[in-house]
């Protein structure tokens, strides 16, 4: 009889945030078994499923790491067709979704093949184990919501609130970049362009560029200013930020896929994604052929993702400042 499962998988951040659906319907389901639940992700700062029933102290249990990596299952090349594993009433259950379905030819960013390929996990797993976990309604949000309000977070409000009263907008950037998603990008560069184009916006930037610029903080800085200690795992804390902003710039990875929530992309002038779909393969094969030269694959959720094909840093620039002004704002110059 199980009496332990183990979510695992050998990535970072983002997908653990894009599983937390799954992970939350096996622990509703099951949790009347008096099961012990643990999340192992070898390169994350942590599950973000404390508010489903994953408690912090049985994230990357040493036990369950030492166990995975004799399983192999840490190296993304060794993947099994099966992607769970029983051992001594243990169940492991690799929860990996954007490799698994890269894998099957499958776009890991359409929304429409998450709940599909867990209800075909969900399935397997009840056979094998005799258990009884309801299947997740196809229409669901496949983004299962933060509980916010179990976090200390209104001083974000307060900051960001009494930023807008001397700025017109608010703007939250990602200036982090992944070699595989997209190369050569200056952000120091281009973020001082755009705070000098639009002195009357602020921009939040994810790390600390060192930039004299007023209207630029950094996420950290913003805690630190307000005598706050920024948590180890911050997903939530980041994906709260990128609420209240007027606008999300980011790439396709990290810590960044926390503000792919419903509440931001159900508005199509949210959030803009770089990404180097041209010149990079490994770009390409996360994405599929629904993607348009405007959004990231539309799906069945009518949500929006904005695309930017990087070419250049001036024309990545010029097409941010694009997204970021106002209809109504006089035509921009050159960058």
């Known amino acids: 009889m199980i009496d332990t499962i183990v979510f695992f998988h050998a990535h970072v951040n983002g997908d653990c945030y894009l599983t937390r659906k799954l992970v939350s319907y096996i622990i509703k389901n099951t949790q009347n078994n008096n099961i012990k639940y643990y999340y192992t992700a070898l390169r994350s700062f942590g599950s973000y499923c404390q508010d489903i029933g994953i408690p912090n102290e049985n994230f990357n249990h040493s036990a369950c790491i030492n166990k995975i990596t004799q399983m192999g299952w840490q190296d993304q090349n060794i993947h099994k067709e099966k992607v769970f594993y029983i051992e001594n009433d243990i169940l492991y259950i690799d929860v990996w979704i954007g490799y698994v379905l890269s894998k099957k030819s499958l776009c890991c960013m ?3 093949n998450a709940i599909p390929y867990w209800n075909n996990l969900i399935r397997e797993i009840n056979n094998e184990c005799n258990f009884n976990i309801d299947m997740i309604p196809i229409d669901d949000n ?5 509980k916010y309000q179990e976090l200390d977070l ?14 017109k907008k608010v703007i939250l950037i990602y200036n982090i970049t992944p070699t595989t998603i997209f190369l050569n990008i200056d952000n120091k560069n281009i973020v001082t362009i755009l705070s000098e184009t639009y002195k009357n916006y602020f921009f939040i930037t994810f790390t600390d560029l060192h930039l004299d610029n007023t209207n630029i903080v950094s996420f950290k800085t913003i805690y630190d200013q307000n005598n706050k200690t920024l948590p180890v795992a911050y997903g939530f804390e980041f994906s709260y930020l990128s609420n209240i902003c007027e606008h999300v710039i980011c790439c396709m990875s990290g810590i960044c896929q926390f503000t792919f929530n419903y509440e931001n992309m159900n ?4 959030i803009m994604m ?9 770009s390409r094969d996360l994405v599929c052929t629904q993607t348009t030269d405007e959004f990231l694959c539309t799906d069945i959720y009518n949500l929006y993702i904005n695309m ?13 400042i694009r997204f970021i002004k106002d209809v109504d704002e006089s035509p921009i110059e050159e960058c």
């Open 142 to 146: 496949p983004y299962l919501p933060i």
């Open 308 to 320: 930017h094909h990087y070419n250049t840093d001036m024309i990545l620039c010029k097409d941010i």
């Open 267 to 270: 508005n199509k002038d949210k």
């Open 110 to 112: 359409c929304l429409k």
């Open 154 to 167: 209104e001083f974000l409000d307060i900051y960001i609130n009494e930023k807008k009263k001397k700025y």
């Open 274 to 282: 770089i990404v180097d779909l041209n010149n990079n393969p490994a």
